[in-house]
Nanobody, 119 residues
Framework: QVQLVESGGGLVQPGGSLRLSCVVS????????MGWYRQAPGKQRELVAR????????NYADSVKGRFTISRDNAKNTLYLQMNSLKPEDTATYYC????????????WGQGTQVTVSS
């Protein structure tokens, strides 16, 4: 089992920036695809960005392309999501996800961190 702890959420004005962090309990980036998901009230959880296991390949939701950047620090076992030019529609709870390539059913989730974009 992998433990994931997110931080970095908060209240920000439209156009502002936040950086989310997800600390992972052990070194897994070589065999786990890491992702950020979000869920707004009344909506389904959706993939925001992911970085493929053992590579630098990234994927983004169309709604965040050009504004958000996913990255990881192998030495710190930490996943990041840099969010720029934030919009009110980015308001949601953001979750870190770790999905093993050998069996995606054994995925792990963090507890979530709230991001609110409002003036």
């Amino acid at each position: 089992q992998v433990q994931l702890v997110e931080s970095g959420g908060g209240l920000v004005q439209p156009g502002g920036s936040l950086r989310l962090s997800c600390v992972v309990s052990r070194s897994i980036f070589g065999t786990y695809t890491m992702g950020w998901y979000r869920q707004a009230p009344g909506k389904q959880r959706e993939l925001v960005a992911r970085i493929i296991a053992g590579s630098s390949i990234t994927n983004y939701a169309d709604s965040v392309k050009g504004r958000f950047t996913i990255s990881r620090d192998n030495a710190k076992n930490t996943l990041y999501l840099q969010m720029n030019s934030l919009k009110p529609e980015d308001t949601a709870t953001y979750y870190c996800n770790a999905k093993p390539v050998f069996n995606p059913a054994f995925e792990s989730w963090g507890q979530g961190t709230q991001v609110t974009v409002s003036s």
